[in-house]
């Protein structure tokens, strides 16, 4: 669990965190599910958790970071969202300013997922990358233009003319051999 909650906004403002996990919400001892019995504007300010304005904008950006701790009674390692509103003593109905969303490996995961990745450039492929990087020249050799003679392999660059990585290749008494990929220089 993230040690503290944390956003960036304007400077000046008063804020305070909702914090949610999964169905339930904190209501200042426990989370509770908010649709049970009790849960009214007193119950919803109760659970509200005040944050502080630090950092405060030295560069002209008008920004400064505002946090809080995260109550001691909450789960360790639990996966919080929070959400912030403005105001000393908002109300149930006010618009949120900010989240935060605790991320989990599974969200690291698909984000890394999720971005571009460049081809992989001219060079020996390493001997033991990490397993994005064997996707991406598995991608690439999949992809690009090759050639193979009776004694090279040559993959190219994205441009079609310049051999990016190639290997030797021989046939003898009917075993063709192929031998490790290599710098296409």
Same mark, same amino acid.
């Given at each position: 669990?993230?040690?503290?909650?944390?956003?960036?906004?304007?400077?000046?403002?008063?804020?305070?965190?909702?914090?949610?996990?999964?169905?339930?919400?904190?209501?200042?001892? %426990? /989370?509770? #599910?908010?649709?049970?019995?009790?849960?009214?504007?007193? *119950?919803?300010?109760?659970?509200?958790? =005040?944050? +502080?304005?630090?950092?405060?904008?030295?560069?002209?950006?008008?920004?400064?970071?505002?946090?809080?701790?995260?109550?001691?009674?909450?789960?360790?390692?639990?996966?919080?969202?929070?959400?912030?509103?403005?105001?000393?003593?908002?109300?149930?109905?006010?618009?949120?300013?900010?989240?935060?969303?605790?991320?989990?490996?599974?969200?690291?995961?698909? %984000? /890394?997922? #999720?971005?571009?990745?460049?081809?992989?450039?001219?060079? *020996?492929?390493?001997?033991?990358?990490? =397993?994005? +990087?064997?996707?991406?020249?598995?991608?690439?050799?999949?992809?690009?233009?090759?050639?193979?003679?009776?004694?090279?392999?040559?993959?190219?660059?994205?441009?079609?003319?310049?051999?990016?990585?190639?290997?030797?290749?021989?046939?003898?008494?009917?075993?063709?051999?192929?031998?490790?990929?290599?710098?296409?220089?």
């Amino acid at each position: 669990m993230t040690e503290e909650i944390r956003t960036v906004l304007e400077t000046g403002k008063t804020l305070k965190a909702e914090i949610w996990l999964l169905a339930t919400r904190w209501n200042g001892s %426990a /989370m509770v #599910d908010p649709s049970a019995a009790g849960q009214d504007t007193a *119950a919803w300010k109760a659970g509200l958790v =005040a944050c +502080t304005e630090k950092q405060t904008a030295t560069d002209g950006d008008g920004m400064s970071v505002y946090t809080a701790d995260y109550p001691g009674a909450l789960t360790q390692n639990a996966v919080y969202e929070v959400i912030f509103v403005e105001g000393a003593d908002p109300e149930p109905t006010a618009i949120p300013v900010a989240f935060q969303h605790n991320p989990t490996e599974y969200d690291a995961v698909l %984000a /890394m997922l #999720d971005d571009a990745r460049p081809e992989p450039g001219q060079g *020996a492929p390493a001997v033991n990358p990490d =397993a994005m +990087t064997k996707l991406d020249y598995l991608f690439k050799a999949w992809r690009n233009k090759s050639t193979q003679t009776a004694t090279e392999y040559d993959l190219y660059a994205n441009d079609g003319s310049t051999v990016d990585q190639k290997a030797t290749v021989s046939d003898v008494a009917g075993t063709a051999t192929k031998g490790k990929v290599i710098t296409g220089l």
